[in-house]
């Protein structure tokens, strides 16, 4: 399995073979507050790089999720539906938003480790 790899929009993703799980992270959930709502792309819903694949919605504000990657969506993780508040306390971890199949795996090699993803917050707070 590889590293984590981040985006600009605060989406985090994992590659394992040519499938990406892909989720919001930590600094997402801080910034959104607590989430009430949450919306998730259905199987085999093709997404292009940057496109808006998922809803999330908090007592603060509704957000889009994008996709760091093209490809195919694969499966919705149907548990963050049922209980959007996970997602506040495992945005990293069990609380993913989508796993897709992969277009281009070079796609990925574009986004941030987390090193550079930590100095990129750092920078751009909000």
């Known amino acids: 399995m590889s590293e984590k790899k981040f985006s600009k929009k605060h989406e985090w993703i994992l590659l394992n073979g040519d499938v990406a799980t892909v989720g919001i992270t ?45 490809g195919e969506i694969i ?12 997602v506040n306390s495992d945005p990293e971890g069990d609380s993913w938003f989508f796993k897709i199949k992969v277009k281009d795996k070079a796609e990925i090699e574009t986004l941030m480790s987390k090193n550079e993803y930590d100095k990129f917050i750092e920078e751009n707070p909000s």
């Open 26 to 70: 930590k600094h997402a959930t801080e910034l959104l507050g607590d989430i009430v709502f949450v919306e998730v792309p259905e199987q085999g819903k093709q997404v292009e790089r940057d496109g808006q694949a998922a809803v999330v919605e908090s007592t603060k504000a509704a957000s889009d999720v994008y996709s760091p990657v093209s």
């Open 75 to 86: 499966e919705g993780n149907k548990n963050i539906v049922e209980d959007p508040s996970s």
